[in-house]
């Protein structure tokens, strides 16, 4: 027995409509729609990725509507969702690169340095890091090698500023007392 792949207009007038076994949500969603995009734009840089965290964090709300006991509240669960969402795309980026007109000049190696000996430094000192703790290492790489500040340091880790600064203080230490880096110095 074959499925017809294909549907006429008649068979999908017939469907019910996705949102008929929750006749509320249809409701609720005409009715909240521009002030949950307006949060959602707040959240993002692009206008159709604040239509996409939307439509994603709404899709997560249908999807407990029966379990969400207080619809007065709802405004704050679909918050809630999307800013739930757009941190979990937040960890998940992908650095862009971008193309431009000229390409950079490098910058010029410090007369009487040799290449052999920054790449022996560079090796050595990512062999320490390396040594560090996992969360240790974690800050460094944020704070040193991504440039982020403590306080993004902090939110991409989900811990403090405090917790971020005293953990960079110890692996500074460490890297400080690494053997292998005091043989370069």
């Known amino acids: ?3 017809p792949v294909c549907t006429s207009a ?3 007038a017939r469907r019910p409509s996705p949102y008929a076994a929750y006749p509320s949500f249809a409701s609720y969603v005409r009715a909240r729609r521009p002030v949950l995009l307006r949060t959602a734009r707040s959240l993002t840089a692009n206008p159709s990725d604040a239509e996409d965290l939307l439509q994603t964090a709404l899709t997560k709300t249908y999807v407990a509507w029966e379990r969400i006991e207080d619809h007065r509240a709802l405004d704050g669960y679909v918050r809630r969702a999307l800013v739930n969402t757009r941190t ?3 960890r998940k980026r992908r650095v862009d690169e971008f193309s431009c007109e000229e390409l950079p000049e490098p910058e010029p190696a410090p007369s009487g340095a040799d290449p052999a000996e920054r790449q022996a430094l560079h090796d050595a000192m990512w062999r320490a890091i390396m040594r560090l703790p996992d969360r240790q290492r974690a800050m460094v790489v944020l704070r040193y ?8 340091t902090a939110e991409v880790l989900d811990v403090s500023i405090g ?3 005293s953990a960079v203080s110890r692996a500074l230490g ?3 007392e690494d053997p292998e880096l005091e043989l370069i110095r």
């Not at 090698?145 to 993004?152: F, H, K, P, T, V």
Request: hydrophobic share 30%.
């Open 163 to 165: 917790t971020v600064k």
């Open 145 to 152: 090698y991504e440039d982020l500040s403590e306080a993004q």
């Open 1 to 3: 027995m074959t499925t």
């Open 10 to 12: 008649s068979d999908v």
């Open 88 to 90: 979990s795309q937040w």
């Open 174 to 176: 460490k890297l400080r």
